[in-house]
Structures are given as C-alpha cells and as structure tokens.
C-alpha cells in the first residue's frame, strides 16, 4: 500500500514538471544580430534565435548587436547594441485577470510595443531605467539610457 501511494505520488509530480517549467517561460528570442548572452542565475547563455527567456533574466547585448524578444502576451522588445536589461517580474494570466510586466533598461536603449497586457492592464507595465519609472499609456516608445 506505501509502495502504491509513493508511486502515485511520483507521477503526479513527473507529469506537473513540465507544466511549472512551462510557467516560467516568459518570451523568447525572435531575431539575434551580433552576440546577445542571457545570464540566468550564476550561468551565461549565448542567445539564440527561439531560444526561451525566464523570468529573471539578465540580457546583454554586445557593440553592433540587437535582439528582438516577443514575450507571451506579445509585447515586442527590441534592444540596440550594448544594451542591458533585466527581466524583473512578469505575469500574464487572463483567465483570473493578473498582469505584471516589470522589466529594467539599465543601460542602452531598448524599443518597447506594448501587447495584451499593456492593452488589458495598462498599470501592470513599468521599465525601470536607474533614474525613472515609466508608466505605459501610449503603444510604442524607445528608451535610451547612457
């Protein structure tokens, strides 16, 4: 009887892994030009095209590098060379209407167009810079910081 309920239990959690790893991807790689590395956790991941972005990511972008990045609500992101950003906080869940979209632009510039959250939820969505917050009211801006 302990056998059986440690096996059902076992499979339970084998089939809700890929589930929970599903959760956490927020966006991926669409297009790489030059060399774009992805730190997650203490590893540095060379950037590909269809590659997944967690949230948490750290994206850095080399001289004469760009990236755009389609996350799952389908917000683009377009980063331009030696550009910095990270993944704070990401949350897309319309069946019980959460929304988060938090992401930091430490240095660089970035091109941000706005997808179902800033549509649905519009105060969902902060890009963090280190000297401002801005606040998505409109569908399109750059942010450039030195």
Do not use: C, W
Not at 10 to 34: C, N, R, S
Not at 54 to 74: P, R, T
Not at 117 to 146: C, H, N
Request: no cysteine; aromatic share 6%; glycine share 8%.
């Amino acid at each position: 009887m302990k056998n059986l309920l440690l096996a059902i239990i076992l499979t339970m959690v084998l089939f809700t892994l890929p589930a929970m790893a599903q959760e956490k991807h927020v966006a991926i790689f669409k297009d790489i030009t030059g060399s774009i590395e992805v730190l997650r956790g203490n590893e540095t991941l060379q950037a590909t095209s269809g590659m997944q972005l967690l949230q948490s990511d750290k994206i850095h972008s080399y001289e004469e590098s760009s990236a755009g990045i389609v996350f799952n609500d389908g917000t683009l992101l377009t980063l331009g060379e030696s550009t910095d950003i990270e993944i704070n906080l990401y949350v897309f869940k319309p069946e019980v209407q959460k929304y988060a979209f938090d992401l930091n632009v430490n240095k660089g510039q970035a091109i941000y167009s706005s997808g179902k959250i800033g549509k649905l939820s519009p105060e969902s969505v902060d890009i963090r810079t280190p000297r401002a917050v801005v606040g998505v009211r409109g569908t399109r801006f750059i942010v450039k910081v030195d």
